[in-house]
Structures are given as structure tokens and as C-alpha cells.
DNA sequence: CCGTAAATACTGCCCTTTGCAGTATCACTT
DNA sequence: AAGTGATACTGCAAAGGGCAGTATTTACGG
């Protein structure tokens, strides 16, 4: 069944997919709305991608796809196989890999020596109001799950542990970047800071 | 100067680059090491992409090559020009992308009613582990930080405020994952959390 | 002085993933 | 009847990742 293009083993984004197909049927674009909603918080992926993979999924017999129509337009459902399922039962078996971030403004921040006091002043500012806007979201979700409006309230659990997750690190950021236009307000230039203390940012083992 | 395979804006990475060489000049092999140590907690990269990208670098003028020998073994310096430099500030005056977080273990939390409850709070001690080992490496980094024992002392200050986001955000973690694993102590199955309260986890804007 | 393991210094190849543009149709409003 | 936004995709080029492979140099023990 396998082709000499293509790895055989589901990837992490397979069964990301799995576990949704697992919930219920969707198009493409239905699941690619849901991935934007909660799943693309903590696995992003590119709407193309999510065009792609369920196609490989059923090569590898984990889904099944039917094309249905919308009028004259054509659309495609995927569902999951018995297979799919135990697939997604043997990948949570498997120990997870390390988080991995991807911060373009701490890199701005980390590089602020090559430019401005100014300059590091607006990306913190950025990086806190980003972070802001992004809490306005998950606060929005919180209040839908706490009026139980949602769309799998047999899941509400385990939204609401990833929810809390999701709401703990934004408000790390938010307040990081807060705590850092703070101690940066004494700083002469962004290679000299004067009188800055690290040691008291930093306390062993605070 | 542009040919017709490569963009002509550098890129994140190509400016993430262009900052460690504006500190002094490097190999590629102390680049890739330098990058696992500090950058590549918000920016990581492939080893092999750290070959490539100072390549480009030199094709767009903003930094130089040199070959160099270690004994019959060629080796290639790379160094900052003044294009480069420019290119770098001008990069800080563009606002930062939101930050992109990959967290399988949550992955697999989340769809964790595909599975056991033992799968789960697995899945939820290994990440608290994870978590753990990553922040014995950030505190021994902090460690040398306070004792004055780094590469770059005129880079002190900015180390301490990188690294100290990257202390809050894996605490924060490490805390959630042991919540978590408190919270589910309860639950009857992973499809069933019993009498537990999703509203006592979220309480309002907390 | 020799053997060996670890560090240094890369390249090739193939696959995955992203980003963006392009092409339609459908539903709803004005 | 026209227009806007949502639905439903595909193609293509560039970026990125993972792994295997090839050498040389350095450090260290025996």
C-alpha cells in the first residue's frame, strides 16, 4: 500500500487529524475552521496542509473520504476507520516530544543591541498587546465553556484543561513583557544598563 | 543579485543569523552549537538549515565568507557586513510575528478520550518531566549568568530578559501539567470526569 | 606511540510544510 | 441583479527538517 513517496508512519499532524475525525465527520473546510478555533493554538498547521493530510490518511486506511454536493458544488467528507482508532489508542502510548516555540519578537528582543532603546520598547509593547488580544480570545472561550455552550460538551473536560493551559501561558507572556518594559525603563541604551541589577531579575531558584 | 530560485527578503532566520554575527564572526559548527544553547529555545532551527541560510546571507551581501584551515581541514568563517547590519536594524522597526507553539503532549491530552486514563496521566507526567529537565538547563544557564560566567558580559542584560521568559514559560508548564494531574485524580474515565467542576478550573478572568 | 572516541565541518537527498495565488460555487443581503 | 463573504478546493515554488554519509582533528587512556 505504501508508495516510494510518501513515509508509512502516521505523523503527529495525522493523528491530530485522527483524534478530530475521531469526534465526528467533517469536510475539509469545516475542519480546517476547527483547527483555527482550538487545535492550531498548540499544533499549527497551514490550511494547505490540512487539504493534504486527510488524503493520506486514507491511503493508510485510517479514514474513509466521501464526496458529497453542495448544488453543483463538489465537497469531501472524511471519517474515521476502526483502524484510525486504534492507530490514535497506540499514538497516545507513545511519550510526547518536547514543546517547541517558535518567538519572533523575543528574538527582537534577544538582538536588541543592534538597534534601539525605542525599537525594544515597541517590540515589548507589541509582544504584550499580542499577547492581550490573544487572551481577549481564550477568555471568550472560557465564558462559552462556562455556559456549557459548546459544540462537544462530553469534552468539556478536556477543553478545559487545554484552555487553562493555553490562558496560563499567555498570561506568562503578557505579564513577562510588562515585567520587562519595566526593568528596561532604567536602561541608558540597549547595550548599556546602567545600574540594572540582573542578579535581582533573576533569583536562584526563585 | 536576486536569482531566480531565492526570495530576495530575508527571512526570520536569515535575520536571526545576521544577529549572532554581528557579535563577532563564527564558523558554522559554533553557529549550530551556539544556536542549540540560547536562540534555538525561541527560534529552533535544523542543524542542517544553519549550513544553508549563511550561504544566502553572503549571496545577499549582508555578510562574508572566509575560508580558513584547521590542518588539512577546511573550515568556513562567516562575518557581518555593513549591509548587514543595517538590514538588521532596520528588521527590529517591523512589528513581530505572534508567537507558534508545537505541544504534542498537549496533542495528545487534548484527545486523550480516545484513550485511558493511565494513557493520560502519562501523557501529563511526562511533560511535568519534560518540563523539569528544561528547567534544570535554564536554571544552571541562570546560574552562570549570575556568576558573571558567560560568552558575551556586554550581553548580560538581554540574556537575563530572554531567559527569563523561557524560566516563567517552562514553570508555568511544569505547574499546569501537575494541576492537571491533580484535577483528573478524580475523574471516573477520560470520557467521564465524574463530579469534577470545568467551572471551578476556569473561574472568571482570573 | 597507538587506538579510539568525541568533536569538528560539512554535503546530498528526499520528504514535509508553508504561503500565496488562482478558480469556482453557494448563501445572503441590498 | 449585483455584490460580499463563506465554502471548497488545486498548483507551485520556496522554506524547512531529518537522516545518512564522509572526513579530519583533538583528547585521552593504555
Not at 508508495?3 to 502516521?10: A, L
Request: aromatic share 8%; proline share 6%; hydrophobic share 40%.
Amino acid at each position: 500500500m505504501s508508495t516510494s513517496c510518501m513515509s508509512d508512519t502516521p505523523s503527529t499532524t495525522s493523528h491530530a487529524l485522527l483524534g478530530l475525525l475521531a469526534l465526528q465527520r467533517w469536510s475539509t473546510y469545516e475542519l480546517a475552521k476547527q483547527v483555527r478555533r482550538s487545535l492550531g493554538w498548540f499544533w499549527p498547521r497551514a490550511e494547505r496542509k490540512l487539504y493534504d493530510e486527510p488524503k493520506r490518511l486514507v491511503a493508510a486506511g485510517l479514514a474513509t473520504a466521501s464526496s458529497e454536493m453542495t448544488g453543483a458544488r463538489p465537497r469531501t467528507v472524511y471519517a474515521i476507520t476502526a483502524r484510525g482508532r486504534t492507530s490514535l489508542r497506540r499514538w497516545l502510548d507513545e511519550p510526547p516530544a518536547p514543546p517547541s516555540l517558535e518567538f519572533e519578537g523575543l528574538v527582537k528582543v534577544f538582538f536588541a543591541d543592534s538597534g534601539t532603546l525605542e525599537q525594544l520598547r515597541r517590540n515589548l509593547t507589541t509582544i504584550a498587546e499580542t499577547a492581550d488580544r490573544r487572551l481577549d480570545e481564550l477568555e471568550a472561550r472560557a465564558a462559552e465553556n462556562r455556559g456549557g455552550d459548546v459544540a462537544f460538551p462530553q469534552r468539556l473536560h478536556l477543553n478545559t484543561i487545554a484552555l487553562k493551559y493555553e490562558l496560563d501561558q499567555e498570561r506568562a507572556t503578557a505579564a513577562w513583557a510588562r515585567w520587562a518594559l519595566s526593568e528596561i525603563a532604567g536602561w541608558r541604551s540597549t547595550t548599556d544598563p546602567g545600574a540594572w541589577d540582573h542578579r535581582r531579575a533573576l533569583p536562584p531558584s526563585s
